[in-house]
């Protein structure tokens, strides 16, 4: 099991900028990935982005690509995520969460085993 703790929401004014800690501690090494999803009241969980802990390769969902940017310190076992140019439509509870299986073409919520208990975002428009 993997335990996840995530830091850095608030709130901020659109056109704005957040950086979203998740630190991992825990049987980390079983962990193909470390994920962010996202969660609007009365919307479904989805998925925003991820990254491998083994090489470099990160994961977006398109609403979010040039804007934010996930990154990880290894060492840490922490990995961030910076948002940029935030809109109202990001505003959202943010979860990390740790992939038990490799990348299968997509992420989804069935890929991440172990979540952590969220940080909220609201962006004022």
């Known amino acids: 099991q993997v335990q996840l703790v995530e830091s850095g929401g608030g709130l901020v004014q659109a056109g704005g900028s957040l950086r979203l800690s998740c630190a991992a501690s825990?049987?980390?090494?079983?962990?193909?990935?470390t994920g962010w999803f996202r969660q609007a009241p009365g919307k479904e969980r989805e998925f925003v982005a991820a990254i491998r802990w083994s090489g470099v390769t990160t994961y977006y969902a398109d609403s979010v690509k040039g804007r934010f940017t996930i990154s990880r310190d290894y060492a840490k076992r922490t990995v961030y995520l910076q948002m940029n140019s935030l809109k109202a439509e990001d505003t959202a509870v943010y979860y990390c969460?740790?992939?038990?299986?490799?990348?299968?073409?997509?992420?989804?919520?069935?890929?991440?085993?172990?979540w952590g208990q969220g940080t909220q975002v609201t962006v004022s428009s």
């Open positions: 825990g049987r980390t090494f079983s962990s193909y990935a």
């Open positions: 969460a740790s992939a038990d299986r490799p990348w299968g073409g997509s992420w989804s919520r069935t890929d991440f085993g172990s």
